[in-house]
């Protein structure tokens, strides 16, 4: 095969591509991986790592881990200052910095024979009957099929005129250096505000000597005014030189298939695979990326084939979790005193369900299809309603 030419063309440095590279190219499958940065490359990225996502990543987290979270804190309610706590015995979230946990799943297809492009530039791509051709500033290349992970922008996708359902929301975030005492209140613990942002909610991860703060809301006009008044609320005095914020896009509601057309498929943020509760979307970054290398295994990169193992795949794996995780948000970023209500009566239950997500153990459909969920809720929700009920 020639040096421009390959089985498998995947397009963008992130979790999704990294590993569709990484599973095609320890089969044997010839790659290349085309990243328009230098490599390691910077991504804004909160860096929190749930359990889920964990067990679909193959290097060791451990090696560029900045910190463990064996606790998660929501805080859902402005008038109550108590938070829902989970706890684990191992991490629920692991902490890492994004240009790390990326680059080691990089390294990985690398060492497995996948061929590196990075500083290259992908300006435009060609859809044949029997094979893709991309247009890059150093030369053209051609493969059997194209894996389009370039993230939220989504600029290739954009020229191939894909129609784009996704709902964009601006998040934003600051790496911030503390003291010693401020570093101890948040140590070993993921914390999560829902009552704190305008349709939105805020986050403090701890890494190794910083806290990684952010917001994600619906209304990009007033993120900096929300993040200081976040901060000033945490206790946590703003910069002197003001807050070095760094945005980006997270799509917080999915494409509509195909997720493939013809040869080139679709994985992770570029899909719009992100989870609408938490906008975490390392996990489905993963896991899409992972389904497109087996659809193109598992059907001997067969078209046919191909076409109906992904789109089977992603709608029964993917999709359905987020159309109802996307139910749960309105509720959750709906109006406050109906949030306030409803929590109030099952919020430690939801914090219990949510952490099981987290970690893998369940997942939306399995408790969409709990009857002893139901049961829990109704009963909880008609003593709430009835509170005469309670004692007898």
């Known amino acids: 095969m020639n040096s421009n030419q390959f089985d498998v063309i995947v397009i963008g ?9 990484y599973h095609l190219s320890k089969n044997n499958i010839s790659v290349g991986f085309f990243e328009k940065s230098e490599l390691p490359r910077h991504k804004v990225c909160a860096g929190g790592i749930t359990r889920r996502a964990a067990k679909l990543y193959s290097p060791d987290l451990g090696e560029i881990s900045e910190n463990e979270c064996s606790h998660l804190e929501l805080f859902l309610d402005l008038k109550s200052p108590k938070p829902f706590v989970s706890s684990a015995d191992s991490p629920l979230v692991t902490m890492v910095m994004r240009n790390q946990f990326d680059y080691a799943l990089i390294q990985l297809a690398k060492s ?21 051709e991309i247009c890059t500033d150093k030369g053209q290349f051609q493969s059997k099929y194209l894996i389009l992970a370039d993230g939220a922008a989504g600029r290739l996708a954009k020229l191939l005129d894909w129609p784009d359902h996704r709902r964009l ?15 101890a209140r948040f140590q070993n613990k993921a914390r999560f505000d829902f009552g704190q942002i305008t349709k939105g909610y805020a986050w403090v991860f701890p ?13 990009k006009k007033t993120l900096r ?4 008044r976040y901060l000033k609320f945490l206790g946590i005095n703003t910069p002197q030189k003001g807050l070095n914020l760094k945005g980006h896009m997270i799509p ?40 497109a290398s087996q659809a193109l295994l598992e059907n001997n990169m067969k ?12 709608n029964k794996e993917i999709v359905r979790e987020i159309r109802i995780a996307l139910i749960l948000a309105k509720i959750i970023y709906g109006p406050p005193a109906l949030r306030s209500f409803l929590f109030g009566i099952a919020g430690d239950h939801f914090c219990k369900a949510l952490t099981k997500i987290i970690n893998g153990e369940k997942t939306y459909f399995d408790y969409l299809t709990d009857l002893k969920s139901y049961r829990h809720f109704t009963s909880r929700l008609y003593k709430n309603l009835f509170p005469a009920l309670k004692d007898s």
């Open 252 to 291: 917080m509601s999915p494409r509509k298939a195909p997720f493939i057309r013809k040869r080139i498929m679709l994985v992770g943020d570029s899909a719009g695979f992100v989870d609408p509760i938490t906008a975490e979307g390392i996990s489905y970054a993963l896991q899409s990326g992972f389904l």
């Open 207 to 219: 890494k190794r000597s910083h806290l990684s703060i952010g917001i994600l809301s619906h209304n």
């Open 13 to 21: 440095g992130g979790p999704a591509g990294g590993n569709a590279a």
């Open 303 to 314: 078209l046919k084939g191909v076409k109906e193992y992904y789109e089977n795949a992603i």
């Open 169 to 183: 929301v601006p998040a934003a975030e600051i790496e911030l250096p503390v003291n010693i005492d401020i570093m």
């Open 112 to 132: 497995n024979g996948a061929q590196i492009f990075e500083k290259t530039l992908v300006k435009g791509v060609i859809s044949k009957k029997d094979h893709v």
């Open 225 to 228: 005014i929300e993040l200081s």
